[in-house]
Nanobody, 122 residues
Framework: QVQLVESGGGLVQAGGSLRVSCAAS????????MGWFRQAPGKEREFVAG????????LYADSVKGRFTISRDNAKNTVYLQMSNLKPEDTAIYYC???????????????WGQGTQVTVSS
């Protein structure tokens, strides 16, 4: 099993920045990719960004390209999502996820964190 623990959510004004983190533990050797999804009230969970375990490849949703950056620290088994120029529509619970196999934007990842709330005020 793999455990994922998110941190760093909070309240920020539109146009501001925020960084969320996700620490992985357990059988991390089985992970090929880590990523972030989000779910706003009344909406389906959607892919935000993903990164291969090596960090050599990244994938972003069109809605966050140029504003969000995903990165990882292998020594700490931690993945980060740096969010800039935040908009009210970015308000959601942000979930960390880990997956075996290919990097994908589909919501078919193997492990999930509990989520951290990000609220962007206008």
């Amino acid at each position: 099993q793999v455990q994922l623990v998110e941190s760093g959510g909070g309240l920020v004004q539109a146009g501001g920045s925020l960084r969320v983190s996700c620490a992985a533990s357990g059988r991390t050797f089985s992970i090929d990719n880590m990523g972030w999804f989000r779910q706003a009230p009344g909406k389906e969970r959607e892919f935000v960004a993903g990164i291969t375990w090596s960090g050599s490849n990244t994938l972003y949703a069109d809605s966050v390209k140029g504003r969000f950056t995903i990165s990882r620290d292998n020594a700490k088994n931690t993945v980060y999502l740096q969010m800039s120029n935040l908009k009210p529509e970015d308000t959601a619970i942000y979930y960390c996820a880990a997956r075996r196999g290919a990097l994908t934007s589909l919501v078919i990842w193997n492990y999930w964190g509990q989520g951290t709330q990000v609220t962007v005020s206008s």
